[in-house]
């Protein structure tokens, strides 16, 4: 069992930046990042390796936000700059473990508010 803890949220205005950390009790292979608005599905934001040599992010955050992780702190990074209002929701952090196809752990997520 693996656990995540995510942090970093808050309230910004349109413009802005944070950053994100999630740290997990133990190893990970694959981390990734998702964001649920209210009353929308939760989406995929981006995605990390466990070298940290492949990452993937979705078309709405591409050259604005950046996934990165220090291993040695079982820890995964989210840097979000030019924050936008619809960027507005519960992010949430995903990890699996080697060998594993879906994300089976999940922390508890953490709001971000982005003000117009």
């Known amino acids: 069992q693996v656990q995540l803890v995510e942090s970093g949220g808050g309230l910004v205005q349109a413009g802005e930046s944070l950053r994100l950390s999630c740290a997990a009790s133990g190893l990970t292979a694959t981390m990734g990042w998702f964001r649920q608005a209210p009353g929308k599905e939760r989406e995929f934001v981006a995605s990390?390796?466990?070298?940290?040599?492949?990452?993937n992010y979705a078309d709405s955050v591409k050259g604005r936000f950046a996934i990165s992780r220090d291993n040695a702190k079982n820890t995964a990074y989210l840097q979000m700059n030019s924050l936008k209002p619809e960027d507005t929701a519960v992010y949430l952090c995903?990890?699996?473990?080697?060998?594993?196809?879906?994300?089976?752990?999940w922390g508890q997520g953490t709001q971000v508010t982005v003000s117009s």
């Open positions: 990390i390796s466990g070298t940290g040599s492949n990452t």
């Open positions: 995903a990890a699996r473990l080697v060998g594993e196809i879906q994300f089976n752990y």
